[in-house]
């Protein structure tokens, strides 16, 4: 097992003091993360800030509904800004290089990815209301969707301060070249913080996200029953059925491997576990923020992707006048 923190043992320098290949994995391991850290902070970079551009820049897009999708791509920047190309850095050089005060800023900074955990259930929520009209003729406004987006941020630092002031940790996990939650150190209270979090930002955002849709799935299938030659009707009941997919995929594929390692290690502190293998479940849900974007795509096509193509027309043919003016001048 893993113990994160210990002193130099063996010739093996600690997290902060020095390279750990080859001791924990071979350098070819961090030379490959490092490649995918790059590629992630690219990518969720570029996907991110269009979404974020697209949606400022036309109006079309500034329904209620989508100020928790632009929230999402706003958390996913953070996670990518504080914590992917931290990451990069820390496995080029084979270590956590930037010390431990940073790695408290990069465990601490997990609360964008909360974010977009918990945006994805408030998205599936609201969904539910506006369609499933459980509250009767709800009409859903700007100030619904401002607390929704107000809500994920709170939620989420309320659950990622408590290691920054002595309820668990924040230390190097798996290779030590990025931090997380104290998952391995065992005690009351470790355990007591992870399995808290474990509910509250695992267990009930997917539940939510499960009643929502599956709620939703049944009121689409009674209006198509009753609907059954409207082929506008069983179009649209195939397109939700799709995008449910894509949501609960995407929830799942982001949280379930980081989820269920974390408690799998607090609960089980004999199972040997290699720095390579414990890595990959972190790692993974940091690529959430290139794929969270596609489901905004997804879920907004028939305008979003000619919009996208308007805004980088745009940028080229300003970026070409420039170019002009500049050679002329």
């Not at 697209?54 to 800004?81: E, G, H, M, Q």
């Not at 599936?124 to 506006?130: G, L, N, P, S, T």
């Not at 689409?220 to 506008?232: D, I, M, N, P, Y």
């Amino acid at each position: 097992l893993i113990r994160d923190q210990a002193p130099v043992q063996h010739g093996t320098p600690s997290a902060f003091d020095g390279p750990q290949w080859p001791h924990l994995a071979p350098r070819s391991i961090y030379t490959s993360v490092a490649v995918l850290m790059g590629i992630v902070v690219f990518s969720a970079s570029f996907v991110n800030g269009l979404v974020i551009v697209v949606s400022i820049r036309y109006k079309k897009l500034r329904s209620p509904l989508n100020y928790i999708l632009v929230n999402l791509a706003v958390a996913d920047l953070l996670v990518t800004f504080f914590g992917s190309t931290i990451s990069f850095s820390n496995n080029i050089n084979g270590f956590f290089v930037l010390g431990k005060r940073v790695c408290k800023f990069e465990g601490a900074g997990e609360v964008g990815g909360i974010v977009g955990l918990w945006s994805l259930a408030i998205l599936a929520f609201e969904r539910y209301i506006v369609i499933c009209k459980p509250m009767g003729d709800f009409r859903f406004h700007h100030k619904h969707a401002v607390m929704g987006c107000a809500f994920t941020w709170i939620w989420s630092l309320l659950w990622t301060t408590p290691p920054m002031l002595g309820w668990s940790s924040y230390v190097p996990e798996g290779l030590r070249t990025s931090c997380g939650p104290n998952w391995y150190t065992g005690g009351s209270n470790n355990n007591s913080y992870i399995l808290t979090l474990f509910i509250t930002c695992f267990i009930i955002p997917l539940s939510l996200i499960l009643f929502s849709y599956t709620n939703l799935l049944v009121t689409l299938r009674a209006v198509a029953a009753q609907q059954k030659e409207s082929e506008t009707t069983q179009r649209a009941e195939r397109e939700v059925t799709r995008m449910v997919i894509a949501m609960v995929m995407a929830f799942l594929i982001c949280w379930l491997p980081y989820s269920t390692f974390a408690m799998v290690v607090a609960t089980n502190k004999d199972i040997p576990i290699q720095p390579t293998l414990a890595s990959l479940p972190s790692y993974f849900s940091k690529t959430a923020t290139v794929y969270n974007p596609i489901i905004y795509i997804f879920m907004n096509k028939q305008h979003f992707l000619r919009l996208c193509a308007e805004s980088i027309q745009a940028a080229s043919h300003r970026s070409t006048t420039n170019s002009q003016v500049t050679a002329s001048g």
